[in-house]
C-alpha cells in the first residue's frame, strides 16, 4: 500500500492508474477508522482496479473548534486496517498540503433544500465544507466510483447534488449502515464514549427499530413523539432533532402515503458526544 501525503504525488500516481485504463474506487473518510469504513473499503476493492482511501479530518465542516479539536485520530492503525483490506493507495495530507490558500472559499455549491434540514439547520455552513472537500478530493483523485456510508444519510443526498451541479463524472455508491452487534451504528465518534454511556448508546437503534412497527397503526406526529419520548427517558441523553421524511427530497412528511420512500433522521447527545442514526420506514 503506497502513503501519499502530497498533492503532486497523488496526481502523479492517479496518471499513471488512468494511462493503464484502471477504474478507480474511492473513499473519503477522516480517520479513525472501524468496521464500519471497512466495509465501505471491501466493497470499493471488490468492485475496481486500485482503490484509494483519503485521511483527512476536514476543518472546513466543524463549526465548533471544540468538536474538531477532540475528533478521533489515530493514523498508524488507520494505515494498518487499511493495508490488511486490500487498499492500494492512502492520501494523507496535511491541512496546507489540501487548501495551500487557506480554508476560505467565496464559492458557495448549490445543494439544493437537502442542505438546509436537519444538519444544515443545527450546523450552518457544514455542507458547505462538506462540498469543498469532497470536490477538491474527486478533482484530486478522478474517481470512477466513491462511496459513502449510509449512516451519513443526508450527506449523501447533499453530495449527489454537488456532484450534478458541479457537473462531476463520478458515481456515488451508498453503502449499509455497519453496526456494533448491540445494534449501535459504528462511528468515529463512539469512542469518545465513557463505558456508561456506550451502553446506553444502542437505546437509539433500539427506539427507532421499535418504531419501524408502530408506524404502522400510528401517524407521523404520534411515532415521532414516541421516539423523542423513548430516548430522553434514557439518562444522560437527550434528542437534538428526529425528522421523519422523504428520503428523496429530505423534506418532512405528514403523512405516511406522501411518499413511498420515508426515512427517519436523528441526533441525540450521550453525554457530549453527537450520534447520529437513521431507519427506513418505507
Not at 147 to 167: C, L, P, T, W
Not at 176 to 204: C, F, H, M, V, Y
Not at 276 to 281: E, M, S
Amino acid at each position: 500500500m503506497q502513503i501519499i501525503r502530497s498533492v503532486d504525488e497523488l496526481i502523479g500516481y492517479v496518471a499513471m492508474q488512468k494511462n493503464h485504463h484502471h477504474e478507480i474506487g474511492f473513499v473519503p473518510t477522516m480517520g479513525a477508522l472501524h468496521a464500519g469504513h471497512i466495509s465501505l473499503v471491501e466493497r470499493a476493492v471488490s468492485d475496481s482496479d486500485v482503490t484509494i482511501v483519503s485521511v483527512f479530518v476536514n476543518p472546513t465542516q466543524f463549526n465548533n473548534p471544540t468538536d474538531l479539536a477532540t475528533y478521533p485520530r489515530d493514523e498508524e492503525s488507520d494505515f494498518k486496517l487499511l493495508a490488511g483490506a486490500g487498499v492500494s493507495a492512502v492520501f494523507a495530507p496535511s491541512v496546507e498540503e489540501m487548501y495551500p490558500s487557506g480554508t476560505a472559499s467565496d464559492h458557495v455549491f448549490e445543494l439544493g433544500t437537502a442542505a438546509e434540514v436537519m444538519e444544515g439547520k443545527y450546523r450552518p455552513g457544514h455542507f458547505q465544507g462538506v462540498a469543498q472537500v469532497v470536490k477538491r478530493l474527486f478533482e484530486l483523485v478522478r474517481p470512477d466510483k466513491a462511496y459513502f456510508g449510509e449512516k451519513d444519510f443526508q450527506q449523501i443526498a447533499v453530495i449527489r447534488n454537488m456532484v450534478k451541479s458541479e457537473h462531476i463524472d463520478v458515481e456515488i455508491v451508498a453503502c449499509p449502515i455497519k453496526r456494533a452487534d448491540d445494534g449501535l451504528a459504528l462511528s468515529s465518534r463512539n469512542q469518545l464514549l465513557t463505558a456508561e454511556q456506550r451502553r446506553r448508546a444502542p437505546e437509539i437503534h433500539s427506539a427507532l427499530a421499535w418504531s419501524v412497527e408502530y408506524s404502522r397503526d400510528h401517524s407521523v406526529r404520534a411515532t415521532h413523539d414516541s421516539v423523542v419520548e423513548r430516548i430522553d427517558a434514557v439518562p444522560e441523553m437527550k434528542v437534538e432533532y428526529f425528522e421523519i421524511v422523504d428520503a428523496r427530497t429530505l423534506l418532512p412528511v405528514e403523512e405516511w402515503d406522501e411518499s413511498p420512500e420515508i426515512v427517519g433522521c436523528i441526533t441525540v447527545y450521550n453525554g457530549k458526544v453527537r450520534l447520529i442514526d437513521n431507519i427506513r420506514y418505507r
